[in-house]
């Protein structure tokens, strides 16, 4: 292993919080495994013991790290080469989590992904409808869609970070499948801005919602513009401006 370990990015920390040790990690979408790579160097994960009939070089894993072009899954090998882990990180070339089954990862981040993207590759694959599995999700667009699937699928939100990079604010979504757990339904607002952030993130979920208002305020006034109904965007910028005033009056 390296002397010290990598760093990461503000938007990539957020899926520390959530990694569970003793746990398979598998990092779809890998982001040069620089995720992996920095939980097996500070500690986080620790190899564990594949199922039978699994075989890797030394019975044993951290973490996969997965993605569908062969140039990712290259500049990943090569990563994990150089921090000494080509034994505690398998690299693979595949389509979302087609394949991995066989491993039985228990925590899963997508990263850097749409949500409809993230939805289809949660949909082909049926070995996260279980309580075991963590799911550990960052869209880049339409968080709403894969809020939505998440909870009409039998899903629970475990909890949600919120992350800024170069003026742009990130969401990350933890959650697990609980098909008879009940929880308050997220309206409208709550899907496309998320709601279960921990107390000091209050302002970041404010900038949040004002960047989206000022997004769905120009969308609403070009279809204004061109003669189309508003009505869809009207409500959801009401449920936005209401989200944001409960949140003023918990800042107070």
């Known amino acids: 292993m390296t002397a010290s370990p990598i760093k990461l990015t503000p938007r990539l920390m957020t899926a520390v919080r959530y990694v569970r040790p003793g746990h398979l990690l598998c990092d779809v979408g890998t982001d040069h495994a620089y995720l992996p790579i920095w939980l097996c160097q500070t500690g986080v994960l620790t190899p564990v013991a594949l199922p039978d009939g699994v075989q890797s070089p030394g019975g044993a894993l951290c973490a996969i790290a997965s993605d569908v072009r062969d140039g990712p899954v290259e500049r990943a090998r090569l990563h994990v080469a150089a921090a000494g882990l080509t034994d505690r990180i398998l690299t693979v070339r595949t389509d979302g989590l087609s394949g991995l089954e ?26 996260v409808r279980s309580s075991d599995v963590r799911l550990i999700l960052q869209p880049m667009t339409h968080p709403e869609i894969l809020r939505k699937w998440l909870l009409d699928n039998g899903f629970s939100i475990l909890g949600e970070l919120l992350s800024a990079e170069e003026h742009r604010i990130y969401q990350t979504v933890c959650a697990a499948y609980a098909p008879d ?41 070009a279809r204004a513009g061109s003669g189309h109904t508003t009505a869809g965007e009207d409500a959801l910028l009401t449920a936005l401006a209401a989200q944001e005033a409960r949140i003023a009056r918990q800042i107070r």
């Open 102 to 127: 066989n491993y039985r990862p228990s925590d899963i981040t997508v990263f850097g992904m749409g949500g409809e993207l993230i939805v289809s590759i949660l949909e082909r694959a049926a070995f």
């Open 181 to 221: 757990a009940c929880a308050a339904p997220y309206d409208d607002a709550e899907l496309l801005t998320g709601r279960a952030y921990p107390p000091e993130q209050a302002d970041l979920h404010r900038a949040l919602i004002c960047k989206t208002r000022h997004t769905l305020t120009a969308r609403r006034d």
